[in-house]
């Protein structure tokens, strides 16, 4: 990734400053959280891409340029599918 995404910025905080024992409790807070945001995250992109595609007619081709992938990838958020296996609960 070229350049860290403006809604991500703040957490670059937590790369700079003293080493300190706060900061890695909140690096490791952090740390365990991402899983779950990143499922919720996925989860909305797709309700977004599915709606826009359905409600508002916007073809998976026009999407496919601005989320930076290929058509076929498009349609594949829609549906749900994944190109890297998720972990179960408790794995």
Do not use: F
């Not at 990734?1 to 703040?10: F, G, K, S, V």
């Not at 670059?12 to 409790?25: F, I």
């Not at 952090?30 to 499922?39: M, S």
């Not at 996925?42 to 826009?52: A, D, G, N």
Request: zero cysteines.
């Amino acid at each position: 990734m070229d350049e860290t995404p403006e809604p991500l910025r703040a957490l670059e905080a937590l790369l700079e400053g003293d080493e300190t024992l706060e900061q890695a409790a909140t690096l490791s807070a952090v740390l365990r959280a991402l899983p779950e945001l990143q499922q919720r995250l996925r989860e909305r992109r797709q309700h977004v891409v599915y709606t826009l595609h359905e409600r508002d007619r916007i073809s998976y081709t026009d999407m496919a340029p601005r989320l930076g992938v290929k058509p076929e990838r498009v349609s594949g958020i829609a549906r749900g599918h994944s190109r890297s296996p998720r972990k179960k609960a408790g794995e």
